[in-house]
């Protein structure tokens, strides 16, 4: 949570939202619905996973069904549903061969996307589905699959009859939620309740609040530690003490979210203090439960659904360090 609540999104036509495998599975068992076809073997890609390609391909460059060939193997699991990944890539326009837009292959800069079905991009989504961290993919969308329905892109040359080639790497995934060792929960912490998809359900005790900042981890994750000014992929449920009702929660949008952990108190533009203190330290694959007081929070200031005063209660799934 912000000072002035705002999540780090990246913009522009290559952060679209995807889809993946409904469960995370085995790369041999993942069945992809995007297959080698006869346009995406015309595209020849050379050039090191990581680096930026060198693409070539007859154009104009059609095709009715979105195709995908793998041109470096990955390793690991298959992409699936509600993971934020983070990709390098280049997008060329399937008619003319121009190039469109490209990534920065710097091996710290990628296109931050969210695997969802339910926005633009369907053959993107398509195209990603059962896709292995590691692995580069040469990716032809169809009009119909891409931006054909919206009439194209003119701003960027696409125009809606034109078939869409990507050049993806797949540099990351994170997970889809915390997946640590449970851990003791100390007294007087609200209690949480995990539906099957994980998605947090708190009950607040009836009596008043902390008045001091309390951080109770509630799983052990394994993973890379989370240091002031990185940049953490989380899934989120925030609740009012005194109301006992949300406020906010990424798992209602079935988005993960991407916040700088930095300290508001520090840093104009950063979280909260109580916020960024119980994820500052903590390790991917945890969850953590936190009961901020007014004064690690906005203070005697409302905020959007947030009243003056109030004492918030977080449970948080640290889910990945970009």
Known sequence: MRRAPALI?????????????????????????????????LVSVSGEFGSAPTVDFPTPLKT?????????????????????????????????????????????????????????????????????????????????????????????????DDSLVFVIDVVRANLLRANGANQPVASGLPSVVLATDGTPGLTIPSSEPPTELQIGVLKKGDGEQVAEGDTATLH???????????FDSSWQTGKPAEFLIVDGSKTEGGLIPGFAQAIIGQTVGS????????????????????????TLVFVVDVLGVN
């Open 9 to 41: 999104a990246s913009a522009g036509l290559l952060v679209a939202v995807l889809t993946g495998c409904s469960t995370p599975a085995d790369a041999a068992d993942c069945q992809a619905p995007a297959t080698k076809g006869a346009a995406s073997k």
């Open 64 to 160: 009715d069904t979105t195709q995908a060939s793998e041109i470096i193997a990955g390793t690991g699991d298959g992409l699936v549903p509600d993971q934020l990944v983070k990709l390098d890539l280049s997008l060329y326009n399937g008619t003319t061969g121009a190039l469109i837009s490209a990534g920065e292959y710097d091996g710290v800069n990628q296109a931050s996307i969210v695997l969802d079905d339910e926005q633009s991009l369907p053959g993107l989504a398509t195209g990603l589905e059962c896709a292995q961290v590691g692995s580069r993919l040469a990716l032809i969308v169809s009009p119909d699959d891409g931006l054909g329905p919206a009439g194209g892109d003119p701003n960027s040359g696409i125009g809606a």
């Open 236 to 246: 989120y449920t925030g609740v009012l003490w005194n109301e006992n009702t949300v």
């Open 287 to 310: 969850q953590v439960i936190a009961v901020i007081p007014a004064d690690q929070a906005y203070g005697d200031e409302a905020s959007q659904k947030i009243p003056a005063g109030s």
